[in-house]
């Protein structure tokens, strides 16, 4: 009688929605376990593990969850579907490609490349609370044979050679000093005719000694290594790209920032109840408040960048 009563409840889970079944796992019950029949809110529920004050240093479980709140599934950077769209779809990725994200976070956008693009993923990340959350929602997701995640340190990246043929980054590069290695190491990832398309804090003309940009760098939870956007240009020329594309889309940037946060407020004072997350929201806040005001001071730009691997002539 009891292997019915729990074969049922299995089946029953089964059915369950996927954004239920991440619900789930945020709330720490097991999915095939005896399911609560009044379930809080992710707000709501005191957290499981006293995560401290809220902080933007590391990324803690309540950290993780803020961001979730404020971008939406397994993002924790601002990055809206339309801008996936704009960074994916030019390199005409499709079924037959090997793809490669730098910076895969919580493994939003890996999930949903490979479901847009019916693709297999490679994503690389350095935080390791990060990488066990992405492991694991990919695997609630059924996607686990789709995407490949692995733990990297983008100072001394050394992905297999020509394992890629196409490549993305999205707000990820900016805090690595050695930039000649990195770009290297992408360009030796792609395959010939291999494509790389980047988003990025860059710099164009900006007062980097200017009190607001010294204040920013100290502030970033990862020192800011910033370049010009021609010098970026430049040296990824260097390394063997053909740049084609080097497009500013610091409003468009700013606007989806502004935007989320705005959502967020919106929700909340029709009730959504966001709990201990709230301060944790508010200092997320505070962090892309300093970006926003320095991109509106003209010291600091998002730009998109598009290159490729020259075509080998034999």
């Given amino acids: 009688m009891s292997t019915e009563v729990n074969a049922s409840a299995e089946d029953q889970d089964a059915k369950l ?5 991440f619900k789930a796992w945020w709330e720490g019950y ?8 009044v379930v809080q809110e992710d707000s709501e529920r005191e957290p499981e593990v006293d995560d401290g004050p809220p902080t933007v240093k590391g990324w803690s479980i309540s950290r993780q969850r803020s961001v979730v709140t404020l971008f939406g599934e397994g993002m924790n950077r601002c990055i809206p579907d339309d801008m996936k769209t704009k960074l994916t779809q030019p390199m ?16 939003g956008f890996s999930r949903w490349t ?5 693709t297999y993923v490679t994503g690389y990340e350095e935080d390791e609370e990060l990488l066990k959350a992405s492991l694991e929602m990919t695997k609630m997701a059924g996607l ?13 990246f050394k992905p297999k050679e020509r394992s ?46 200017s009190p607001e940009y010294l204040e920013w760098v100290n502030e970033e ?28 889309i ?9 935007r989320s946060f705005a959502d967020y407020a919106k929700r909340t004072s029709n009730g959504e109840k966001s709990g201990h997350l709230h301060d944790w929201i508010l200092k997320e806040g505070e962090l892309w408040t300093r970006r926003v005001k320095l991109m509106e001071a003209g010291h600091l730009k998002v730009f998109r960048i598009y290159a490729r691997v020259p075509v080998e002539i034999s």
């Avoid at 929605?17 to 079944?21: E, T, V």
């Avoid at 494509?195 to 980097?208: A, C, E, H, V």
């Avoid at 610091?250 to 502004?258: E, G, I, P, Q, S």
């Fill in 17 to 21: 929605p996927l954004k239920k079944r």
């Fill in 30 to 37: 097991e999915i095939g376990a005896a399911t609560p029949k």
């Fill in 92 to 107: 005409g990725v499709d079924k037959t490609m090997s793809v490669s994200e730098l910076g895969s976070g919580l493994g």
């Fill in 114 to 118: 490979a479901e847009t693009y019916e």
């Fill in 144 to 156: 686990s044979r789709n995407i490949n995640f692995s733990q990297c340190d983008f100072e001394n």
């Fill in 164 to 209: 890629a043929n196409v490549a993305y980054a999205s707000e990820v590069l900016f805090t690595v000093k050695n930039k000649p290695s990195i770009f290297s190491a992408i360009r030796q990832m792609l395959k010939p005719s291999g494509q790389f398309m980047m988003s990025d804090f860059m710099l164009d003309g900006g007062d980097t000694n």
């Fill in 221 to 248: 939870p990862k020192t800011p290594h910033l370049l010009g956007v021609q010098e970026t240009r430049k040296l990824m020329t260097q390394c063997g790209f053909e740049v084609s594309i080097a497009e500013d």
């Fill in 250 to 258: 610091t409003d468009v940037y700013k606007a989806n920032v502004l």
